[in-house]
Nanobody, 115 residues
Framework: QVQVVESGGGLVQAGGSLRLSCAAS????????IGWYRQAPGKQRELVGR???????VYADAVEGRFTISRDNAKNTMDLQMNALKPEDTAVYYC?????????WGQGTQVTVSS
């Protein structure tokens, strides 16, 4: 059974930093964490940052220069380093992973940025 588990969320003041982690496991095929997404109350889920098939990184304009994604392919883990956090970054953050068959989502981790 495929599992995608996020961790590291919490409450932080504006201007602070948080680091989220994602671990993917359980697939018969090789499973790779692909990207981070977020969903704020009343809004649709949106891209934060992801890896392309070529291994490049793509970021949403709103987080470019403040957030950084990294991945350890050997461990099937992926991190999201978030710096200079703003109240508008408040959301549930989700990890997306994929194997040869399907795309999988974690349960999400709450990030709250106070002003």
């Amino acid at each position: 059974q495929v599992q995608v588990v996020e961790s590291g969320g919490g409450l932080v003041q504006a201007g602070g930093s948080l680091r989220l982690s994602c671990a993917a496991s359980g697939s018969t095929f090789r499973i790779n964490p692909i990207g981070w997404y977020r969903q704020a109350p009343g809004k649709q889920r949106e891209l934060v940052g992801r890896f392309t098939s070529g291994g490049n990184k793509v970021y949403a304009d709103a987080v470019e220069g403040r957030f950084t994604i990294s991945r350890d392919n050997a461990k099937n883990t992926m991190d999201l380093q978030m710096n200079a956090l703003k109240p508008e970054d408040t959301a549930v953050y989700y990890c997306n992973a994929g194997d040869n068959r399907d795309s999988y989502w974690g349960q999400g981790t709450q990030v709250t940025v106070s002003s």
